[in-house]
């Protein structure tokens, strides 16, 4: 059995995973309002990635909001998106068509009831696969791709190396963004992570970034912690 040769090895890739479930699950959009919470999302997303595919969005209702506006946002949402695609003791989700995203957020900023615990009554959520912009060419960049990386599968949740995805829940009461963002481990990283932080209402955190090598035999990948690459002018 013949080695890999270098050249046949698999790439280095950086990744930013913010956040994930240990530190919270997402960053906070900042803002009360979802109307405005999805104008942000926008900005973020038509500057700085292109889709990969079309968004899934869902319209979720909590059961320890107060029970008239829960009732009434859920006859709207049926009447609206039809039956439920997920019910439990705790919440109730509906699939929206992406024509009824605009109704489902009036719906959200209509409402002011807030759960037992101060969060919002019902949210709005966003899942979407996206391809980061290089802020050089305004093109994505052309060698981060799954394949370019072998689909390493990085957990069980589906993310892979080379696929960035974005899951926006934008509620009643607060919105948050939760981002799997992969750039590439080159020259070109600073401005690339320089370029998302001028996008986004947050500050990206210094500790979730890492950097993914091949193994010794080339066919896997191990990843170390790296400092932030924002604020890198190396």
Known sequence: MTARTPEAALPEVVTYDGLPGSAGGAHSLRVKRPDVAFQRLQTFLESCTEPVSLPSWTFEIYQSGPSEPTAQLSSFA?????????????????????????????????????????????????????????????????????????????????????????????????????????????????????????????RLSAKHWRLWRPNRSGDSYRSNKIPSPVHDHV
């Open 78 to 202: 049926t009447e609206l998106f039809g039956g439920p695609r997920y019910k439990t003791q705790t919440h109730t989700e509906w699939n929206v068509p992406p024509g009824s995203v605009n109704e489902a957020l009036d719906a959200l900023v209509g409402c002011d009831a807030v759960t037992t615990h101060g969060r919002s009554v019902a949210a709005l959520t966003c899942s979407a696969p996206v391809r980061l912009i290089d802020p050089n060419t305004r093109a994505p960049y052309p060698d981060i791709t799954p394949d370019t990386f072998g689909r390493f599968a990085v957990d069980g949740y589906g993310r892979i190396l080379g696929e960035s995805g974005i899951r926006a829940t934008l509620g009643n009461a607060t919105s948050s963004l939760s981002l799997w963002l992969n750039l590439p481990a080159d020259e070109r990283l600073s401005s690339g992570a320089r370029h998302l932080q001028d996008h986004l209402p947050f």
